[in-house]
């Protein structure tokens, strides 16, 4: 009998770690392979635009949903939805 093991993480999409939130807009990925990020914006929550030079400091406009998404090799990971708040 032969015995295969396979280490499935070489093989995956990235697994947000820490998932986007209003205190930080990037979020923490997982991957043993090299990914590429990118955030995203909405008005509506249906239709998406890159935010263009986002960085980790990037903090976004009240009113406004978020979103990153993660990509290596295997695939692509959508964060969940951040909604950062109009100031009451």
């Known amino acids: ?28 990925v997982a991957s043993e392979i090299p990914v590429t990020a990118k955030i995203q914006h909405s008005d509506n929550g249906n239709d998406w635009t890159d935010v263009e030079k986002a960085n980790a400091n990037f903090k976004g406009e009240s009113g406004k949903f978020y979103r990153c998404i993660a990509t290596n090799k295997n695939g692509s990971t959508v964060s969940g939805i951040t909604l950062i708040p109009k100031p009451k």
């Open 1 to 28: 009998a032969v015995a295969l093991e396979i280490d499935s993480k070489l093989t995956d999409a990235p697994i947000f770690s820490i998932r986007p939130s209003i205190d930080s807009l990037t979020g923490k």
